[in-house]
T-cell receptor
Framework: KQEVTQIPAALSVPEGENLVLNCSFT??????LQWFRQDPGKGLTSLLL???SQREQTSGRLNASLDKSSGRSTLYIAASQPGDSATYLC??????????WGAGTKLIIKP | EAGVAQSPRYKIIEKRQSVAFWCNPI?????LYWYQQILGQGPKLLIQ????????DSQLPKDRFSAERLKGVDSTLKIQPAKLEDSAVYLC??????????????FGEGSRLTVL
């Protein structure tokens, strides 16, 4: 059974720092992995989608990598800003076409 | 392009009452999902529609929850009777993807339910 874990559950860093959020999954047989952002009281916004054949995807200051063999993905945020404060969730689409979600990492960027 | 619309945004009811949530997906999106998200947890899939057919409702508590998607567009999710543990945010998402693949999901802002 696929399980997705995000550690740490919460992270607080000063503005301007580069940071990495982690997502691990137990079964390497995935079709894709998505990173989402969720602001308080809001829905989820898709940030990046990495197909299983890809190693990374980039959008602006965000870079997501995927290593299927080790069951890991990282979301790199460069030059963090207070507006980046949110909860970041990852989800993998498994071999049964189901999305398996992590519980998220709550990120706080201190001005 | 309009996003996924959900209503109401907030609802407070007493246990054993009923509630209904509405979702209008992005135009042309064949796949529609209803998720339940409890505070501090990731979303839990309740039901997935492909056009107006159900693809997956294995985690839908069918004794109290029901959902329909008429004409393959709008969808409603109903809870009757509500229990305290149903307090959560109900998220609707849609995807352009056909068949069973998820593809990129687009979410509405959610409907926050509080059961007293």
């Amino acid at each position: 059974k696929q399980e997705v874990t995000q550690i740490p559950a919460a992270l607080s860093v000063p503005e301007g720092e580069n940071l990495v959020l982690n997502c691990s999954f137990t079964d390497s047989a995935i079709y894709n992995l998505q990173w989402f952002r969720q602001d308080p009281g809001k829905g989820l916004t898709s940030l990046l989608l990495i197909q299983s054949s890809q190693r990374e995807q980039t959008s602006g200051r965000l870079n997501a990598s995927l290593d299927k063999s080790s069951g890991r993905s990282t979301l790199y945020i460069a030059a963090s800003q207070p507006g980046d404060s949110a909860t970041y969730l990852c989800a993998v689409e498994d071999s049964n076409y189901q999305l398996i979600w992590g519980a998220g990492t709550k990120l706080i960027i201190k001005p | 392009e309009a996003g996924v619309a959900q209503s109401p945004r907030y609802k407070i009811i007493e246990k054993r009452q009923s509630v209904a949530f509405w979702c209008n997906p992005i135009s042309g999106h064949a796949t529609l999902y209803w998720y339940q998200q409890i505070l501090g947890q990731g979303p839990k899939l309740l039901i997935q529609f492909q056009n107006n057919g159900v693809v997956d409702d294995s985690q839908l508590p069918k004794d109290r929850f029901s959902a329909e998607r008429l004409k393959g567009v709008d969808s409603t999710l109903k809870i009757q009777p509500a229990k305290l543990e149903d307090s959560a945010v109900y998220l609707c998402a849609s995807s352009q993807s056909s068949a069973s693949r998820a593809g990129e999901l687009f979410f509405g802002e959610g409907s926050r339910l509080t059961v007293l």
